[in-house]
T-cell receptor, first 112, second 118 residues
């Protein structure tokens, strides 16, 4: 199975600040078709996860451009700029390249 | 508007089974695979398996083979997951999620909390 390692486990940021979350996979996430199926999700308190970013760097419909994804191969990053109160929650990376599908263990974002 | 409406929370006895539903609306049910994800209390996300409603094909995480059974009813646009021989380890929130061919879950149900207790 592909192991997804997220760091940090938690972080605290002031409103208006910027944060980065790292996600590393135990194997390359480049699919045979050339695509890299790495996505990012946010689970707000008491809610279901919601899709933020797909295929490394593509923002899902309605997602603010304050969220950006980057990376390749086994090393990926989610950046959140101009942090707002509604950004708090747990962020997960997930891979859709190889079955079984797997997720990182999550990064909890707290607002100072 | 795409919506996945899951059935209500369940309290079940150890050793029993539970079947939950996920009713899809706002899109053509047979155009997408439906996946199921487990979230244990205070824990992360764990992929259980998937069903392709168009051809009734399923695929499971090895860990959940024999535990979870996925089915789908095309006539009612509803996916189902049955969990059998429940133990305390099965107490969790279970989500259905639509899977886009681009390798990601674009819409999620609200979750079903299953509590296994005598």
């Amino acid at each position: 199975d592909v192991v997804m390692t997220q760091t940090p486990v938690s972080l605290s940021v002031s409103l208006g600040g910027q944060v980065s979350i790292s996600c590393r996979s135990s194997q390359s996430l480049v699919h045979n078709n050339g695509n890299t199926y790495l996505s990012w999700y946010l689970q707000k308190p008491g809610q279901s996860p919601q899709l933020l970013i797909y295929k490394v760097s593509n923002r899902f419909s309605g997602i603010s451009d304050r969220f950006s994804g980057s990376g390749s191969g086994t090393d990926f990053t989610l950046k959140i700029s101009r942090v707002e109160p509604d950004d708090l929650g747990v962020y997960y990376c997930g891979q859709g390249t190889q079955y079984p599908l797997t997720f990182g263990s999550g990064t909890k974002l707290e607002i100072k | 508007e795409v919506k996945l409406q899951q059935s209500g929370d369940e309290l079940v006895r150890p050793g029993a089974s539970v079947k939950m539903s996920c009713k899809a609306s706002g899109y053509t049910f047979t155009d997408y695979a439906m996946h199921w994800v487990k979230q244990s209390p205070g824990q992360g996300l764990e992929w259980i398996g998937t069903i392709i409603p168009l051809i009734d094909t399923t695929s499971y995480n090895q860990k959940f083979k024999g535990k979870a059974t996925l089915t789908a009813d095309k006539s009612s646009n509803t996916a189902y997951m049955e969990l059998s021989r429940l133990t305390s380890e099965d107490s969790a929130v279970y989500y259905c999620a639509r899977f886009w061919g681009g390798g990601y879950f674009d819409y999620w149900g609200q979750g079903v909390m299953v509590t296994v207790s005598s």
